[in-house]
């Protein structure tokens, strides 16, 4: 988790994920190849760990049959990264450790159904959608079963729905003094290019090294 995240966004997704999800743990940073407890998920022969993060080389966990014996052989260890998509892009380029880890991603099933906060690009899914989406389809493919699956997004909506609540509400202080417009009604972002989807998921990176 990057640390404005940790520090200034106390109902942020990832925190609100972690907190959902108790086999689970939030590591602080933005360059992590120096940090122990992620060197020790790296190295535990027990576990596989992969980076999700989009990307041509990513493995889609959408499509059927995407895992195969070999990532089964062991339980995964996802590593996600919470922050925004910049600073996500920022982080992994200052973790070559990172970089070299397995990616897997996702084809999501719906747009982001983040009404407060607008995505930068279609097909962007805030931390918490983004693992809800994971563990679908690590459930669908018989990986690991994803009980109360509609938990996770029924917190999400219970949050947005206090903020819009709170934006309604003129004796409430706070920077907000106007409904949160609907995604549809938003402005886009400038420059919505398949360049600019594609400057997201791309960072300079070294390649993983042989039979990982």
Known sequence: MHPK????????????????????????????DGNQRLAELMADDAHRAVLL?????????????????????KPLVVLVLDATWSCARKMLKLSPRLQQLPR???????????????????????????????????????????????QL??????????QIECAKDPNRGGYRRADYKTPGERKPFSGQSGRRRASYFKVSETPPADGD
């Open 53 to 73: 993060y989009p990307g041509i080389e990513a493995m889609n966990l959408s499509q059927p049959d995407a895992l195969n014996r070999t990532e089964l052989a």
């Open 5 to 32: 995240e940790y520090r200034y966004e106390k109902a942020g997704t990832g925190r609100l994920t972690h907190l959902s999800l108790p086999n689970s743990e939030i590591i602080v940073g933005v360059e992590f």
């Open 153 to 162: 997004l029924g917190l999400f909506q219970a949050m947005q729905q206090f």
């Open 104 to 150: 897997v991603m996702f084809s999501s099933s719906s747009p982001s159904r983040f009404v407060i906060k607008a995505q930068p690009v279609a097909g962007c899914l805030s931390t918490l959608e983004s693992v809800h989406e994971v563990l679908s389809a690590l459930a669908s493919a018989g990986v690991e079963p994803y009980e109360k699956s509609d």
